[in-house]
DNA sequence: AAACAAACCTGTGCGC
DNA sequence: TGCGCACAGGTTTGTT
């Protein structure tokens, strides 16, 4: 589900409404959501521990605490953190529940029916044993300021075709399947196209379209589905979903051509939407 | 190296 | 109404 836009909605919320506050107790349920490490390691780690900060990377939130350690979620295609009241009743599929001291009394829930999403507690100076993905991962466009420079030499420098990528999380990290036919569709680029043979106009409108929606996404709370299974810490939904030219809207009318069909395809096993007339 | 497919899970929406 | 199938925001792994 969520992409570097709605993940960036969830920092937000954290930075709001976590940081600062002590976790005093943690309950897990599945322990498939802590499979990196344990049950108990993740209870060991986070019960006294402060949040001092609310950070990302692509789609990882990182949370340093005040032990030294930092936490780490993944919210996967289903995962949602969710700020509530004490002792309010819990969603299903509610898997690890953090309760914060102070006044209100409130719980941080990770909640994830498919359970792809996990949560652990690791010591940064083992990052590369305990979460090895993060050394890997590209520029993250928003958080790293990624500069047409920086796109145009990650582009040119294999042949790949450009939907895989800007989907792949080691090149630029944070785009996921909605934010990538948009950018394309709002460039006029196709999906299959080779990166090496994208001209220097287009990498320079499609590094504009990718910065722009991604930066307006986020303004936008980022984008909640028919489904409604992402919103943010407080419950909230996104409004970018009222914004999309071509995710999920095959079958309907180019809103830039006016003239066009959005089409839907299926692309390295994802469900790819563009405009056969003003994507080239 | 790049392109696929499958795997990990549960829920929902659709056609019949 | 009920059933079965397709499909879903992500990432890793293994195979051509």
């Not at 005040?66 to 953190?81: K, Q």
Request: hydrophobic share 40%; net charge positive; glycine share 10%.
């Amino acid at each position: 589900m969520p992409e570097l836009p709605e993940v960036e909605t969830v920092r937000r919320g954290l930075a709001a409404q976590v940081v600062g506050r002590r976790i005093e107790r943690v309950e897990v349920g599945r322990e498939r959501v802590v499979r990196r490490t344990s049950r108990q390691a993740l209870i060991d780690g986070l019960t006294g521990a402060t949040v001092v900060a609310a950070g990302r990377r692509g789609k990882y939130l990182l949370c340093p605490l005040d032990t030294g350690d930092e936490l780490m979620v993944h919210l996967r295609m289903s995962g949602r953190l969710l700020v509530a009241a004490a002792g309010q009743e819990r969603p299903p599929h509610t898997h690890v529940v953090m309760h914060l001291a102070g006044l209100p009394a409130q719980e941080l829930w990770f909640v994830d029916p498919r359970t792809f999403g996990e949560v652990v507690v690791f010591d940064p100076a083992h990052v590369a044993e305990q979460v090895p993905e993060l050394a890997r991962l590209g520029v993250d466009p928003i958080a790293d300021g990624m500069t047409r420079a920086q796109f145009a030499a990650l582009v040119r420098a294999r042949s790949r075709q450009i939907k895989a990528l800007l989907l792949d999380q080691h090149v630029i990290t944070g785009i996921g399947n909605i934010y990538c036919d948009e950018s394309l569709h709002l460039a006029g680029v196709r999906h299959d196209r080779a990166s090496d043979r994208v001209t220097p106009r287009e990498i320079t409108k499609l590094h504009a379209a990718i910065m722009e929606v991604l930066s307006e996404a986020i303004e936008s709370g980022g984008s909640t589905l028919a489904d409604t299974q992402y919103v943010g810490v407080d419950g909230v939904a996104g409004w970018f979903q009222l914004h999309h030219r071509v995710y999920d809207r095959a079958g309907q009318r180019c809103l830039s051509c006016s003239k066009g069909n959005i089409v839907r395809v299926d692309f390295g096993g994802r469900g790819t939407h563009f405009c056969p007339r003003c994507q080239k």
